[in-house]
T-cell receptor
Framework: GAVVSQHPSRVICKSGTSVKIECRSLDFQATTMFWYRQFPKKSLMLMATSNEGSKATYEQGVEKDKFLINHASLTLSTLTVTSAHPEDSSFYIC???????????????FGSGTQLSVL | SQQGEEDPQALSIQEGENATMNCSYK?????LQWYRQNSGRGLVHLIL?????REKHSGRLRVTLDTSKKSSSLLITASRAADTASYFCATAFGWGKFQFGAGTQVVVTP
């Protein structure tokens, strides 16, 4: 199956600093990647859709200036949490869809997630 | 957007027993998918069932779909300690955009 690599797996930073999380598709080209946020024992919340070569599309309520997304190549999308604060502490997961041309068969491949802790 | 809601929220069973969890959703779907998440990890796709299918099997997994009731169930037979994880149902509301349920946390004790 398709492999999505996400780094780092864990990061601890001071309040006010920026943190970059990388998501790479290793054996396929991902024109579209998705970034999710997950609180402990909760569901995944879709933050934004990252499109290669164009601006990301953010879900309602997600601050685009806080969560910068760049999808500069077909295999790499990055999420930068700018001026991080303790309330940004969370588990962030990226995913990519492997397009089949059939909407009814679309499924996602996920990175292993990044646990962000802001002190 | 659609809502996938699982129940129970948590399930504790012994090895060898079956585990059943349910998912309900609100709007029409093209397919419904189940994913598994080990603690602190990403999600792994388990099985996809199309809206015109009623039942699907994959190894020890059995998924049913009742579109009239807008519900699905995931059955894990002969559970193992390694099945301990959270299980999420997901429905699509756009190309690659999925709405995930709150998940069922399954603990299998030896």
């Amino acid at each position: 199956g398709a492999v999505v690599s996400q780094h780092p797996s864990r990061v601890i930073c001071k309040s006010g600093t920026s943190v970059k999380i990388e998501c790479r598709s290793l054996d396929f080209q991902a024109t579209t990647m998705f970034w999710y946020r997950q609180f402990p024992k909760k569901s995944l919340m879709l933050m934004a859709t990252s499109n290669e070569g164009s601006k990301a599309t953010y879900e309602q309520g997600v601050e685009k200036d806080k969560f910068l997304i760049n999808h500069a190549s077909l295999t790499l999308s990055t999420l930068t949490v700018t001026s991080a604060h303790p309330e940004d502490s969370s588990f962030y997961i990226c995913s990519a869809r492997v397009g089949t041309g059939d909407f009814k068969r679309e499924k996602l491949f996920f990175g292993s997630g990044t646990q962000l802790s802001v002190l | 957007s659609q809502q996938g809601e699982e129940d129970p929220q948590a399930l504790s069973i012994q090895e060898g027993e079956n585990a059943t969890m349910n998912c309900s959703y609100k709007t029409s779907i093209n397919n419904l998918q189940w994913y598994r998440q080990n603690s602190g990890r990403g999600l792994v796709h388990l099985i996809l069932i199309r809206s015109n299918e009623r039942e699907k099997h994959s190894g020890r997994l059995r998924v049913t779909l009742d579109t009239s009731k807008k519900s699905s169930s995931l059955l894990i037979t002969a559970s193992r300690a390694a099945d301990t994880a959270s299980y999420f149902c997901a429905t699509a509301f756009g190309w690659g955009k999925f709405q995930f349920g709150a998940g069922t946390q399954v603990v299998v004790t030896p």
